[in-house]
C-alpha cells in the first residue's frame, strides 16, 4: 500500500482541528466574524518551565503547558499528558476538541487540555511525582474545581491524578477540593465505570448510530466485522465490549504490529496476550500483519483507538469499512475526510464516538461536588443516555443540513458530514450562550 502523504496535507494536528472548524462553519448562520476569532482560538495558554532534582542529584528543567480553549459554556475540562512529543499546538488542538466534545455531549463545560515534555518511560516514579507536584504549583490557581478540571491523558492515570488532587489541597486547605480533577483512584473520589467509560460510550454511540440507520447496510453491532488500532485503554476495551454486542474482532493492533483473524479474535484472550508479551503481536490463532494493513483491511468498521492522523489523503482510498468510529482524537487528516465522504463511509467523528470519558468525568465531578458515590449500574445507564441523545442530535442536524445540501442552500458545495452535524451543533450551542452572556463589559 502507498503510505505517501501528499505534500500539500498538513499533519499537524492543530491545522486539521482548524479545517474542521472552518468547514462546519459554512453550515451554521449567524456567526459573527469576531466570535469566529475568538472560538477558533484558545483563550489562554499558560507555559511553565520548572526545575526538578532527580535521583541522580542532578537538576532538570521541565516544560509544561496548560492551555484553557475555552470557559464560555463552564469551567474548563480535558487531559494532562506525559510525552516527548507535547507541544503547544498539540494541547492547543486537543483543548479545541474538548470545547466541542463537551457542547456535543451537552456538559456544561468548555475545554482544556495540558502537558508536560518528558518521557515517563525513563523517569521513576519518585521523579514523576516531583515533575507532576510542581508542575501543580506552578499552575497555582489556573485549575481549580470551578476554573479548570485536569483528568489523565497519555502516560498519566489515577496516580498522577491523585499527586494532582493533594498537591492542591494542600495549597487550598480547609474546603473538599475533590472536584479539582478526575479520574481519581476509586478510594479518593474517583468513580466507577470511569476505566471504561470512553470505549463504553463508543459502543452506546455506535449502536444508536446504527439503529437510527445512518449507515447503509449496516443496521447491527450484532455480526459485524470490526477491526480496531490501538490496544490500550480505548482500544482494548472496546475490543471487549464490541465483542460482548456480537461483533467479530476481525483484526486489533499495537505500536509493534497487528494481528487477524477472519474467524474472529477473543479480546480477553488476546489481553492475556499483550500483558505477558508486551505486544498482540504473535498471538498463536491469528496471522500476523501491518497497521498498514489493518487500516485497509476487509471489516465493517475500523475503530482507530491509538494515534493522530492515521488515516491521511493517501491512504484513504484503501480503507474498506462502512464505518470509521475515532475512539482517538484526530485520527483522521481534514483530507482524509473529504476521500471517505467522496466514497460513502461513514465517519462517527471523535468529538462524539469518544466523549464517554469525559460524560463518567463529570459524573465523578458532580459526585464529588455534592458528596455522593453512585453505582455502576447508574453510572452505565446515564452514560449510555446522553451518548444516544447525543447521537440522536447529531443526526438530526446531519438530516437538516442534507436538506440544505440537497436544495443547493449552502455555500460550501460538498455533501455535509457527521462530523459538519456534530461539530454544527457544539458551534450553535456555544455561540448562543456567547450572545446570551453578551460581550463584558
Ligand atoms: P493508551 O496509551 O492506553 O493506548 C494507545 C495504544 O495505541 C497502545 O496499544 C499503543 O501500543 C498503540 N499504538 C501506539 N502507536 C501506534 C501505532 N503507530 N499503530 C498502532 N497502534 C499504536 O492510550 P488510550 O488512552 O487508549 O488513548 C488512545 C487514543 O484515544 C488517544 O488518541 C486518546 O487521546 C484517545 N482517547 C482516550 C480516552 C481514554 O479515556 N483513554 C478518552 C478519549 C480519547
Not at 444508536?208 to 440507520?213: I, N, Y
Request: with cysteine.
Amino acid at each position: 500500500m502507498d503510505t505517501r502523504v501528499n505534500s500539500a496535507e498538513s499533519l499537524d494536528l492543530f491545522v486539521n482541528a482548524t479545517r474542521q472548524f472552518e468547514r462546519a462553519l459554512t453550515w451554521v448562520d449567524g456567526v459573527k466574524e469576531g466570535v469566529i476569532t475568538f472560538l477558533i482560538n484558545p483563550k489562554r495558554t499558560l507555559h511553565v518551565r520548572f526545575p526538578v532534582t532527580m535521583d541522580d542529584g542532578s537538576t532538570r528543567t521541565f516544560h509544561g503547558f496548560r492551555v484553557l480553549h475555552s470557559d464560555v459554556r463552564g469551567p474548563g475540562k480535558g487531559g494532562i499528558r506525559y510525552h516527548p512529543d507535547v507541544s503547544e499546538a498539540e494541547v492547543s488542538a486537543l483543548a479545541a476538541f474538548m470545547t466541542w466534545k463537551t457542547a456535543v455531549v451537552d456538559l456544561p463545560y468548555g475545554g482544556g487540555k495540558g502537558g508536560v515534555v518528558c518521557n515517563p518511560k525513563e523517569l521513576s516514579r519518585t521523579e514523576l511525582r516531583h515533575i507532576t507536584r510542581r508542575f501543580v504549583a506552578e499552575l497555582g490557581d489556573s485549575i481549580g474545581p470551578h476554573t479548570d478540571i485536569p483528568a489523565p491523558d497519555v502516560y498519566t492515570n489515577a496516580q498522577t491524578m491523585a499527586w494532582i488532587y493533594d498537591t492542591y489541597d494542600r495549597m487550598h486547605p480547609g474546603g473538599n477540593n475533590l472536584a479539582v480533577v478526575t479520574g481519581k483512584p476509586l478510594d479518593i473520589g474517583g468513580s466507577v465505570g470511569r476505566d471504561e467509560a470512553t470505549a463504553r460510550g463508543c459502543w452506546n454511540a455506535t449502536e444508536q448510530l446504527l439503529k437510527r440507520g445512518a449507515v447503509p447496510g449496516l443496521h447491527t453491532l450484532d455480526g459485524a466485522r470490526v477491526a480496531i488500532q490501538g490496544f490500550g485503554n480505548a482500544g482494548s476495551v472496546a475490543a471487549r465490549v464490541f465483542h460482548n454486542a456480537g461483533a467479530k474482532i476481525v483484526a486489533v493492533s499495537d505500536s509493534r504490529g497487528g494481528i487477524a483473524s477472519q474467524v474472529g479474535l477473543d479480546p480477553l484472550s488476546v489481553l492475556e496476550h499483550k500483558r505477558e508479551t508486551g505486544s498482540v503481536v504473535g498471538y498463536s490463532e491469528a496471522q500476523t500483519i501491518s497497521n498498514a494493513e489493518l487500516l485497509a483491511g476487509d471489516c465493517d468498521i475500523l475503530v482507530p483507538a491509538a494515534l493522530e492522523c492515521q488515516v491521511t489523503e493517501s491512504n484513504a482510498g484503501d480503507v474498506r469499512a462502512s464505518l470509521i468510529v475515532e475512539a482517538a482524537n484526530g485520527p483522521l487528516t481534514a483530507a482524509a475526510d473529504r476521500v471517505l465522504s467522496r466514497k460513502g463511509v461513514v465517519v462517527l467523528p471523535d468529538i462524539l464516538a469518544n466523549a464517554g470519558g469525559v460524560v463518567v468525568s463529570y459524573f465523578e465531578w458532580v459526585q464529588n461536588l455534592q458528596n455522593q458515590k453512585w453505582s455502576l449500574d447508574k453510572v452505565e445507564r446515564l452514560l449510555n443516555e446522553k451518548m444516544c441523545r447525543a447521537v440522536d442530535e447529531t443526526v438530526d442536524r446531519y438530516d437538516s443540513l442534507m436538506g440544505r445540501y440537497e436544495n443547493g442552500l449552502n455555500a460550501d458545495s460538498t455533501v455535509p458530514t457527521l462530523r459538519d452535524a456534530a461539530l454544527a451543533n457544539a458551534i450553535t450551542r456555544i455561540a448562543t450562550v456567547i450572545v446570551q452572556r453578551d460581550v463584558w463589559p
